[in-house]
């Protein structure tokens, strides 16, 4: 009979060491490839990509007439042709009080609205929702002829509104399916503990729900800000007077039946290209979390 002084004494079973972990499976050939390999596509693809740009630059700086290949000695003529005597600077401001116009009112009214479909059940969610989709498919140029008619009877042809408004409807389907996802990504019981709280529905939404749609509206924004400076074809159609249009209508004007001033037109390029640019070096991190989370969760 074992007593319990043995039992007690009895040294403790050795553990038995861990299983080692299962050895990986065998690496493909083509994760060991020299970096040449990957280099090399790459290079060849930002070549491509970047000459266009320097052939820009190279028209651009370079005198009237010249057919270096080097823009030297470097000259401004063209630039300050296109600012004064063209008018781009008018065209500048036009371009930016559209785009930021449109970025407010986009955002706005699209937060708005994803909010609502993110929240609240109702009998035609489903058909909005296949509406909203089913409206990408529409092309401006259809758009033309009514709101034309609607912003003559309106009295805003020839006004900042008129192209201001027209952008704002054509971003919004987009961005309202965009923001109702990134809302769906953040937890209800978020909202809940806050209302726990005290918090009423809207400051709760304030609080506790609008820090975290930070990169989605960032997202959503720079989108309807690019895709309104860049528009060519409601500028086109709804604005008249030359005070009135906007870069993208300043840049057709540099070119005629007879001839075209390359260098001129490449100086007005680069004014257009450059805060496009700008926008998208700030806000590239925000963008691609913006559109990775709205493109996850439906």
């Not at 972990?21 to 083509?30: Q, T």
């Not at 740009?53 to 030297?72: E, K, Q």
């Not at 109702?180 to 009423?200: R, T």
Request: proline residues 7%; positive net charge; glycine residues 6%.
């Amino acid at each position: 009979m074992i007593t319990k002084e043995a039992t007690a004494a009895a040294p403790a079973p050795a553990r038995t060491a861990p299983a080692p972990p299962r050895p990986d499976k065998k690496r493909r050939a083509w994760d060991e490839a020299p970096r040449w390999q990957i280099y090399l596509p790459l290079g060849i693809y930002l070549v491509f990509t970047l000459i266009p740009f320097y052939w820009i630059l190279l028209f651009a700086l370079r005198p009237a007439g010249s057919t270096s290949l080097v823009p030297w000695p470097m000259t401004t003529v063209h630039f300050e042709k296109v600012w004064t005597d063209r008018s781009f600077g008018v065209f500048f401001q036009n371009s930016v009080l559209v785009g930021v116009a449109t970025l407010v009112m986009t955002t706005l009214v699209a937060l708005a609205g994803g909010y609502a479909l993110a929240r609240f059940d109702f009998k035609i969610k489903r058909a909005f929702m296949l509406g909203l989709l089913c409206s990408q498919f529409v092309p401006g140029a259809l758009l033309l002829v009514p709101l034309f008619e609607i912003f003559a009877e309106l009295q805003m042809i020839n006004s900042l509104g008129s192209v201001i408004l027209a952008e704002t409807v054509f971003q919004l389907p987009l961005s309202i399916i965009l923001i109702s996802n990134f809302i769906k990504n953040v937890p209800y019981s978020l909202e809940e503990a806050a209302w726990v709280d005290g918090c009423n529905r809207f400051k709760a939404f304030r609080v506790v729900v609008l820090p975290l749609l930070r990169p989605g509206l960032i997202a959503v924004g720079s989108f309807a800000f690019v895709h309104s400076w860049n528009h060519f074809l409601f500028a086109l159609m709804f604005l008249n007077n030359q005070e009135k249009q906007t870069i993208p209508v300043g840049l057709n004007t540099l070119m005629s039946a007879d001839s075209v001033d390359l260098g001129a037109l490449a100086a007005g390029g680069i004014i257009a290209a450059v805060p496009v640019v700008l926008v998208f070096a700030f806000i590239q991190k925000w963008l691609i979390t913006g559109f990775s989370a709205g493109a996850v969760k439906g």
